[in-house]
Each structure stands twice: as C-alpha cells, then as structure tokens.
C-alpha cells in the first residue's frame, strides 16, 4: 500500500512540474534573488527582535523580580503615613474615612493590601498604591434630646441618654424638691432639644437635688483634700466651685490641694446651717493642710 502511495505522489510532482514548468524557473530565480533575501533577513529580525526588546521593556516598566513587603499603617496617625510610604517606596491613597470613638481622630483604622507579617506575606511592586480608612478629623455631632420639656427626666435617665449619644454628662445639683434635670450646658452655654453638640464633649446637667432647699447643718471642709471636700458637700445637697492658689495648674497637681479657705464657713452662719442647693465657695492651695481660718467674705 506504502509503495503505491509513495508512486502516486511522484507522479504528481511530475505532472505538477510539467504543468507548470514555465512558472518554475522564474519563481526559483526570484527566491534566490538578492532582494527578496534582503526582506527576509529584514523580517525575521523583526520577527525575533521586536518580541525580544518588547518583553524587556515590560520587564522594566512592570519592576519584574521586585517586590517590597507592605508596611503596617494601622494606628498611624495621618499625618505620619506620607513620609512612612515614602521611606517604604509606595503610595498611600485615603480610600474612606469613618467615625470612631476608640482611637484618635485621623488614625489608620484598615488598610488594603494588608501588612507583611511572619504569619501573612504581603508584598506589592515599588509605587504601588496602598489603600487606607482613616477615622474623621471633622468630629461628628449629635443633636440634644428633649430632657426638660414637658416629659422632665431624672438625672438618672439623662445620664443614660446623654451616654449613649456618646456625650460626657457630669452633674451639678440645684435646690429643688425633686431630681429632674433642670438644664443642659455646653462649655457654660445654655442648650436645648435639637442643638447640635460634638460627640465626646462634656455636657452640663443641671438637675435638682431632692431637698427642696431645706436648711442642713454646713460641714466644715477647711484642710480636706478639694476631692474630699467636693464629695462631701455634693452628698450634703450643696453646689462646690474651687479657686486654685497657684500659677499653671494641671489636674494631677489639683489632687494634692487642700482647702484652706470656705466660704461661707460654717461659723459665719447662725447655728452652722445653710439650705440645700447653696453654692460654697473654696480656695485650695498646694501642700499640706493650713490652719482654719474665718473669712468674712
């Protein structure tokens, strides 16, 4: 079968070469010209270089072989983050910033792709881009709810309102015959239902003391530390406001202030007694306890 397959296509050569004989010639002489030689040699150094530096190009444009391990930004303040990707080589792009009550303002919350570490490998080419959540610099706020309208709360329930809107009540007792609040301040302004106040800040409440201003016998606070003296006369029913003596105070320096001054005092007083919901008066200075004095102011 072989044999016969193998004659039949020299046959067709034959026949082939007969056909065209007058074609062969001219198409062998123009194979082995000098210009068709010259454009093949032109194109298969096309055919083999363009390839060749095309891949060396984008080896070089796309770093090939090089990668730098991601550094971590999480807890990184933002203003750091800038000169912490330039010693590392890549970029920082904010991609979203949300609220936080658990770390400061402007701090690396998340960050995409995620840092290198022993337990994860996570590397990027040099410039690549690392994407960051950072919490607000612009604080959010919150509006006051209604705790002196018509529905009057105690100071209870207003501490657990004002918390959970992420305020920082703290609570300064008036005479009155129940506990209700009274009044809401910020940094010493008056506010009401629908104002808006910094999530965080420290607000006022004003409440009432229970006492209805009956009268109770003055304790003497002079030579009591001023936490001391502040917790005894708030349990008394009575409002406190401390001068410090001294210059540059800080909160640590206030604990070791004593009292040398109260006014009134109770022996400026007839039978030591004063109403509930009165405002006393101190002077604290810095050190240990001074002798009791008697002000007439």
Not at 129 to 143: A, L, R
Not at 233 to 257: P, R
């Amino acid at each position: 079968m072989l044999k016969f397959l193998s004659i039949g296509i020299v046959i067709v050569i034959i026949l082939l070469i007969v056909l065209f004989r007058k074609s062969i010639k001219p198409f062998f002489r123009f194979v082995f010209s000098k210009a068709f030689l010259i454009n093949l040699v032109l194109a298969l150094l096309v055919l083999f270089l363009v390839p060749y530096f095309t891949l060396k190009y984008l080896d070089s444009y796309t770093n090939h072989g090089v990668k730098l391990p991601v550094p971590n930004f999480v807890g990184t303040s933002v203003n750091d983050i800038d000169q912490m990707a330039k010693d590392n080589q890549i970029q920082v792009v904010i991609s979203d910033s949300v609220f936080s009550d658990d770390f400061p303002r402007g701090t690396v919350l998340r960050q995409d792709p995620l840092p290198n570490t022993e337990s994860y490998s996570s590397f990027v080419k040099p410039n690549r881009k690392v994407y960051v959540t950072i919490v607000k610099q612009s604080g959010e706020y919150k509006e006051i709810p209604d705790l002196t309208g018509d529905f009057r709360v105690s100071k209870k329930i207003a501490k657990v309102r004002l918390e959970m809107l992420g305020f920082q009540p703290f609570f300064t007792p008036k005479a009155s015959k129940d506990d209700y609040v009274l009044e809401l301040r910020h940094n010493g302004k008056v506010v009401k239902k629908g104002d808006k106040v910094l999530k965080g800040e420290r607000i006022e409440v004003i409440h009432g003391n229970g006492g209805g201003g009956v009268p109770i016998t003055l304790p003497n606070v002079v030579n009591k530390t001023v936490a001391d003296a502040s917790q005894v006369l708030s349990l008394a029913g009575l409002n406190v406001e401390v001068k410090y003596d001294g210059e540059n105070i800080t909160a640590e320096d206030s604990l070791s202030f004593v009292v040398s001054i109260q006014n009134p005092h109770p022996r400026n007083l007839v039978q030591g007694m004063i109403q509930t919901g009165s405002t006393i008066y101190l002077i604290a200075e810095k050190g240990v306890p001074v002798q009791d004095t008697i002000t007439s102011e």
